[in-house]
């Protein structure tokens, strides 16, 4: 009797997308309400949507190039042969300089809400010595091994979910129109502010790097993929939206203006949103959220950086060898953090600087040569030239933004 072929079933969608939408949605979002008070409510949306399309076509873009390698082909492989030495070391460098600003970052993140945690409990704690003792915990866990990393993510993960839930429907709750939608000011002006938001639209997007991880998950599916950087991005999307209202529905625009003058750091913003919130059950949900967001965005930045300088300097997989390589991630942030503890709006912002390379400028140009040299691949990101114009044209704004910004050439919501 002749028997049927078996097909091998294909990875779900699900589990793609939640890969993409895992890697982009993390403790950055904590960085959005406050750089987006001046462009306000109407302006951010817009701002958030021009850069989540952006993205999304970017991350395609890469897609159309990798589908012309072999499975298993990563970033920096397209790009050397695509584009030669010189872009692949810039592109390298960029993605180092990225994960060590946001390990930075998070270190700063983390001292200021541990230091939130201990002011709520009476205890006087420096931000510096809590994100330096952080840090050093997440050094521990990552020396230890990358199975030590996947469990406590996972827990802290199972955790972030639930809180992020229960806290957003209690945000969402308390929302005040008349403060969303700012009736309290006459003749306000927003539109000047748009610009200088890019940088951290587009750091808040990154996930450019799993493109080829997908390929490797899937096979060559290049509609499959699609869909699932389609449905990863727009859940981070809307995730960014309902965040916005939460927090500009509970805090007036002006007292913007204060969280920015402190730093911006997620301490401030926590306290003024438990501030207007009357609730101790949400604020402690808050608190918890932040943390557990802050730590899971902490291990997989770092471990993402781990294994990036372990393959550059050549670190045998060893004690003494992972020791090595600890102590070359983390001990230049944590000098950093002790240097300069109030630092994570900023780095945030030199983030999406440095990211703007391997996430506009280099995914455009890989299309642009992997077209010429490759002729009509099988799968081809819609809109021609014209869209790879549109993301370079994308990029130049990011770049622009932040050094108009850096150099105080940008108004400023005060």
């Known amino acids: 009797m002749a028997t049927l072929p078996i097909k ?97 970052a998070y270190i700063s993140a983390s001292g200021s809400i541990i230091q939130h945690v201990m002011q709520e409990m009476s205890i006087d704690f420096s931000p510096r010595l809590a994100g330096f003792l952080f840090a050093f915990a997440v050094a521990f866990i990552v020396w230890l091994s990358t199975k030590a990393v996947s469990r406590i993510t996972s827990i802290i993960l199972g955790a972030k979910i639930l809180t992020f839930f229960m806290t957003f429907g209690g945000l969402i709750y308390n929302v005040k129109p008349a403060v969303l939608f700012n009736t309290a000011e006459i003749n306000p002006t927003y539109w000047p502010y748009v610009l200088a938001t890019l940088p951290f639209c587009l750091a808040s997007f990154g996930y450019h790097g799993n493109v080829p991880s997908l390929m490797k998950y899937y096979g060559k599916e290049p509609q499959k993929i699609k869909k699932c950087l389609f449905i990863g991005t727009l859940m981070a999307l809307v995730l960014y939206l309902v965040w916005l209202i939460g927090t500009m529905g509970n805090i007036p625009r002006s007292s913007f203006i204060k969280i920015a003058e402190q730093g911006g750091n997620i301490d401030v913003l926590v306290q003024s949103l438990s501030g207007g919130l009357n609730s101790s059950t949400l604020n402690l949900l808050l608190t918890l959220f932040s943390n557990f967001a802050v730590a899971s965005s902490f291990l997989g930045v770092t471990l993402g950086l781990f294994d990036y300088l372990a393959d550059l300097f050549k670190f045998d997989d060893t004690k003494l060898g992972r020791f090595k390589t600890a102590l070359v991630t983390f001990f230049p942030p944590m000098v950093g953090g002790m240097i300069y503890p109030n630092g994570f709006i900023y780095a945030i912002g030199f983030a999406g600087l440095a990211a703007t390379v391997w996430a ?11 077209r010429k040299r490759f002729g009509s691949p099988a799968y081809r990101v819609w809109g021609g030239n014209a869209m790879i114009g549109l993301i370079l044209l994308f990029g130049v704004l990011n770049v622009t933004a932040h050094i108009l910004s850096s150099f105080n050439l940008l108004p400023v919501y005060s």
């Open 360 to 370: 506009a400028i280099v995914p455009a140009l890989l299309a642009r040569a992997s």
């Open 8 to 104: 091998k079933s294909s990875p779900s969608l699900l589990g793609g997308a939640m890969i993409i939408g895992g890697t982009i949605i993390g403790a950055g979002m904590f960085s959005l309400p406050v750089v987006m008070s001046g462009a306000w409510f109407y302006w951010s949306i817009a701002a958030l949507v021009f850069t989540w399309f952006c993205m999304l076509h970017s991350g395609l873009m890469i897609l159309e190039a990798n589908l012309n390698y072999r499975v298993g082909s990563s970033f920096g492989t397209i790009t050397k042969d695509l584009l030669g030495d010189g872009w692949n070391i810039i592109n390298g460098i960029t993605i180092a300089f990225v994960l060590y600003i946001l390990t930075y």
